[in-house]
């Protein structure tokens, strides 16, 4: 056998030892997860320094894993409504892994209805695989939070924002998203399901995770396509765990642009812009 045919042969082989490179859309899965990405209290920190929790929902008790406050942005007063994994084991554990319960959500609707009495725009981040799906949570009405959210959220007499930093699950992330402006980070996903459970239902296997990943259009770049989404906030090359203080600067920069432009806006038109936003969202056939 001449070099040449050798070489030939032996190709294949050494095309199949070669990495092959994950779907995009798995990859901003990836991304979206990453251990060293800035969760809620990172932006908080860098964004409001001033922010003073509220803690309880003045019903049942307090949820970790939905941190909520006042506080000023760039010497506007706003409330802040945030999702907060945790980054170690005992944060993640005394946050829930960022899964609220019912009386995290009610604490939120706590908030926003104090930010609405005073006038003030609401900023929420949303960072959470989904709302805690345990026995628990069902007692006490995780349901009927969600959808209570959703139903004050859409006729709120003021400002929202949302700004999804991580991972949108499902109707955990969308009580706290029914904003004037709905905003992403170029890698954060947003979702009805996570890709492991999509795989687990639609294709009988949890390990083609990647595969729904591409299927559900979850990225930033998707949603925006849709019309589902305002705009993507930029993150530093190779995501913003690599730069935390120039996500947050890059973040700033856009709730700076998106508040000043809702300023001017009287409540009524803030609720009616709002809900005509979601009633055209979605295609329907007669």
């Not at 050798?6 to 901003?28: G, I, L």
């Not at 939905?66 to 999702?83: D, K, S, T, Y």
């Not at 259009?217 to 765990?241: K, S």
């Amino acid at each position: 056998m001449n070099p040449e045919q050798a070489a030939a042969e032996a190709k294949p082989a050494e095309q199949a030892t070669e990495p092959v490179e994950p779907h995009p859309a798995w990859h901003r899965v990836q991304l979206a997860r990453h251990p060293k990405r800035p969760h809620a209290l990172d932006y908080i920190q860098r964004l409001f320094p001033d922010f003073q929790e509220i803690h309880g929902d003045r019903a049942f008790g307090d949820d970790a894993a939905i941190v909520a406050g006042l506080g000023e942005f760039e010497n506007r007063p706003v409330a802040v409504i945030a999702e907060q994994k945790g980054r170690d084991t005992k944060q993640k554990l005394y946050r829930n892994f960022g899964m609220p319960k019912p009386e995290g959500y009610r604490k939120a609707l706590r908030v926003m209805q104090l930010a609405a009495k005073f006038r003030r725009p609401v900023i929420t981040l949303l960072d959470t695989p989904g709302a805690y799906p345990g026995i628990d949570a069902e007692e006490r009405g995780q349901a009927e939070a969600i959808a209570r959210n959703l139903r004050e959220m859409a006729r709120l007499p003021a400002a929202v924002i949302a700004v999804c930093i991580g991972e949108g699950g499902s109707g955990g992330a969308l009580a706290l998203g029914v904003g004037n402006v709905v905003l992403m980070l170029e890698n954060a996903v947003y979702s009805v399901i996570s890709p492991e459970s999509c795989a687990a239902i639609i294709y009988r296997d949890s390990g083609k995770a990647e595969l729904a990943a591409a299927a559900l259009r979850l990225t930033a770049e998707d949603l925006h396509g849709f019309g589902l989404i305002d705009g993507i906030v930029a993150e530093p090359p190779g995501g913003a765990q690599e730069n935390p203080d120039a996500a947050a600067a890059l973040l700033r920069e856009s709730l700076r642009r998106h508040l000043d432009k809702l300023a001017s806006l009287p409540a009524e038109q803030l609720v009616e812009q709002r809900y005509t936003k979601f009633r055209n969202m979605g295609n329907f056939f007669a």
